[in-house]
C-alpha cells in the first residue's frame, strides 16, 4: 500500500498543475516598463489600452494595432464593452498570442441586440461573459470586473446578491482569476478595498478627478468651483489602502474622460497636459500598476509609449498643475464622449453632438462655421431626438442628455 501512495501522489500533482488555468507567458519587452498587479504576481506593462478602438477597425487594421502593441510590450487590455464587433475583432486580433495578454473583462455586460448594456440580471450577466469567453477565443480572462458600482447603495444591495454569487462562481470555476470592480467613486472603491473580495481596482484617478471634494459628481463642471488644493481624503485613504494592502489599481480616465486634460480649454485645471504627465502623474502613486489608455489608433498609442523613454522634464507635471485655477468659466455637458450611451435608436451620434456643443461653450458661445460645418456633416442632429430617455439610462455619469439634445438644437438651429 505504501508503495502505491508516492506514484499517487505524484500522479496528484502533475494533474493539479495541468488543470491550472496557464499564466500569461512573455518575455519582458526591453522598452517596456512592468509592475504586479497587486496580489495576483502577474507582471503587467505599465501602459495599457481600452477596447474603445477596435470598434472602429475592421479585423486587418485591429490585427495590426494588437500586434503593434503587443510588439511595444503592453500586455494589459481592458474590455468592458459588449458590442460583438469589438469583442470578435479583438479575439482575432490576439489570435496566436493570447497567451501574451492579460485580459480584464466585466461581468454585468451584455448586448441585446442592438446595443450595450449594464445589467445585474444573472443570465443576462451569463450570457454576456459566455460571449465574451467564445469571441475571445478562450478558456478564461484572469481578471473579472464587477462592473461599475458607483454609488455606496447599490454595493451594499450587491453584497450576498446571486450577481456577486454568479462572480464567485466564475472564480471557482477558474474562468477568472481574480475578482476586480470598476468604479469612479472613491468611498464605494475604498469599500470594497477593504471587503477583502477584490484584488483589482479600476478607478478613474487623475489630476483633476482627485482635487473634486467626494460625494461631488467630477463629471459636473460644478464640481471643479470649488476646486481642492490637494488630493480629496478619501482618495488619499483609498490609495494609501491599496498600496498598503496590495490591492491593484488599474487607472481609467488617464486623461480626464476625452481627452480634457490635453486641451487648455477644454481642462477643468485650465492648463493643457501632455500625455506623458497624465502617465507621470497616475504611475506615481504606488497602487497603480497599469494606465489604461484610450489610444484610438498607433499613432496615439505611439504617443502613449512615448512616457516610457520620457526624460524627467517632460514628466514633471508639477509645473503645469501650478499654473491652474479652481474656477472653470465655461460650461460644459459634463459628457465625457465615453459612447456607453450609444446607440440612440434614431442614430444620434450623441457623443460627436455634445463634444461640438462644449466646443461652442468654449468658443464664447459663438457657432464659427467651423463648428457649424462639423454639425452639418452629422447622419442625425439633435433636432431629431424623440425623448425616449434610453440614452440617459445607460449613461453612468448622470448626463442629461435629452436637455443637451433641446440645448444642441437651439445652439446649432436644428
Known amino acids: 500500500m505504501k508503495r502505491l501512495f508516492i506514484p499517487v501522489l505524484l500522479i496528484c500533482m502533475i494533474l493539479s498543475v495541468f488543470s491550472c488555468q496557464k499564466k500569461p507567458t512573455f518575455k519582458e519587452n526591453p522598452d517596456m516598463a512592468y509592475r504586479t498587479l497587486g496580489s495576483t504576481g502577474i507582471r503587467v506593462g505599465e501602459i495599457g489600452i481600452g477596447c474603445g478602438a477596435f470598434g472602429k477597425f475592421d479585423t486587418a487594421e485591429a490585427r495590426k494595432y494588437m500586434a503593434y502593441a503587443l510588439d511595444h510590450g503592453v500586455n494589459y487590455i481592458d474590455i468592458y464593452d459588449a458590442d460583438p464587433t469589438v469583442r470578435s475583432n479583438i479575439g482575432y486580433a490576439l489570435k496566436g498570442r493570447r497567451d501574451e495578454m492579460v485580459i480584464q ?85 475604498l469599500a470594497a478595498a477593504k471587503s477583502g473580495l477584490v484584488e483589482v481596482i479600476m478607478f478613474s484617478l487623475n489630476p483633476a478627478f482627485d482635487r473634486v471634494l467626494s460625494g461631488n459628481n467630477p463629471w459636473d463642471p460644478k464640481s471643479f468651483e470649488n476646486m481642492l488644493p490637494g488630493i480629496d481624503p478619501v482618495r488619499v485613504e483609498l490609495y494609501d489602502y491599496c498600496a498598503q494592502h496590495n490591492i491593484a489599481i488599474t487607472v481609467m480616465k488617464v486623461f480626464g474622460g476625452g481627452g480634457k486634460l490635453l486641451e487648455a480649454d477644454k481642462s477643468p485645471l485650465k492648463v493643457a497636459l501632455t500625455p506623458v504627465q497624465c502617465i507621470a502623474y497616475v504611475m506615481a502613486k504606488p497602487c497603480v500598476a497599469v494606465a489604461i489608455c484610450g489610444a484610438d489608433n498607433i499613432e ?16 514633471d507635471y508639477n509645473a503645469a498643475l501650478s499654473k491652474q485655477t479652481a474656477k472653470t468659466e465655461n460650461a460644459s455637458t459634463g459628457c465625457t464622449y465615453c459612447n456607453h450611451c450609444a446607440p440612440c435608436p434614431v442614430g444620434i451620434d450623441i457623443a460627436a453632438v455634445n463634444e461640438l456643443l462644449d466646443e461652442v461653450h468654449q468658443n464664447g458661445g459663438v457657432v464659427s462655421e467651423e463648428l457649424a460645418a462639423k454639425y452639418k456633416k452629422l447622419e442625425h442632429h439633435a433636432g431629431d431626438c424623440v425623448g425616449c430617455g434610453q440614452c440617459e439610462d445607460r449613461c453612468p455619469f448622470g448626463v442629461p442628455v435629452r436637455e443637451k439634445m433641446d440645448e444642441a438644437q437651439a445652439v446649432f438651429g436644428y
Not at 110 to 126: K, L
Not at 301 to 308: K, N
Open 105 to 189: 473583462g466585466h461581468v454585468g455586460c451584455w448586448w441585446n441586440g442592438t446595443s450595450y448594456e449594464r445589467t445585474r440580471d444573472v443570465a443576462q450577466c451569463e450570457k454576456g461573459f459566455n460571449d465574451l469567453l467564445e469571441r475571445l477565443g478562450t478558456d478564461h480572462i484572469e481578471v473579472g470586473m464587477i462592473h461599475i458600482v458607483d454609488n455606496m447603495e447599490e454595493w451594499n444591495e450587491l453584497q450576498g446578491s446571486p450577481y456577486l454569487d454568479y462572480v464567485k462562481k466564475l472564480k471557482k470555476e477558474g474562468k477568472i482569476q481574480h475578482i476586480g470592480m470598476s468604479s469612479h467613486n472613491a468611498e464605494v472603491a
Open 300 to 315: 496615439e498609442l505611439e504617443s502613449d509609449l512615448h512616457y516610457l523613454k520620457a526624460t524627467d522634464e517632460e514628466k
